[in-house]
Nanobody
Framework: QAQLVESGGGLVQAGGSLRLSCAAS????????MGWFRQAPGKERLFVAA????????YYADSVKGRFTISRDNAKNTVYLHMNSLKPEDTAVYYC???????????????????WGQGTQVTVSS
C-alpha cells in the first residue's frame, strides 16, 4: 500500500521560513511526479508546486513563485517544499500528491493525483 506522510508544518511569523517534507513508501516513487497542494479553511484545494520524476522540471503557482522551492531526493523517497518569506495568506493545510511518470509532468493542472498525503498545517501569523 502506497503512503505519503507530510511533516514540517507549524506556526511561523510573517517573513519566516519552513521546510515541508513528504516521505513516500510502498512504491518506487523515483518514477513518479510529485507535487504540493494547499487548502485554506472554506476554500478549495489549490496547486502550489510540482516537480517531474527526473527532478529536471519544476512548476509553481504564481502566488508562491520566487518564495517557495520544490526539490526531491529519490534516494530517500522524499520531496521537499522550502517556503521563504511566508505571508498570512499562505496559511493552509499542505498536501503532498503524486502521479506516475506515464502521465505528463503537468499532471497537476487537473489535480487528479494517484496518491495523497494526510496533510500538514501551516499557520503564518501577521
Amino acid at each position: 500500500q502506497a503512503q505519503l506522510v507530510e511533516s514540517g508544518g507549524g506556526l511561523v511569523q510573517a517573513g519566516g521560513s519552513l521546510r515541508l517534507s513528504c516521505a513516500a513508501s510502498g512504491r518506487t516513487f523515483s518514477s513518479y511526479h510529485m507535487g504540493w497542494f494547499r487548502q485554506a479553511p472554506g476554500k478549495e484545494r489549490l496547486f502550489v508546486a510540482a516537480i517531474s520524476w527526473t527532478g529536471i522540471r519544476t512548476y509553481y503557482a504564481d502566488s508562491v513563485k520566487g518564495r517557495f522551492t520544490i526539490s526531491r531526493d529519490n534516494a530517500k523517497n522524499t520531496v521537499y517544499l522550502h517556503m521563504n518569506s511566508l505571508k498570512p495568506e499562505d496559511t493552509a493545510v499542505y498536501y503532498c500528491a503524486t502521479k506516475p511518470n506515464t502521465y505528463p509532468s503537468n499532471w497537476f493542472e487537473s489535480a487528479e493525483a494517484d496518491y495523497w498525503g494526510q496533510g500538514t498545517q501551516v499557520t503564518v501569523s501577521s
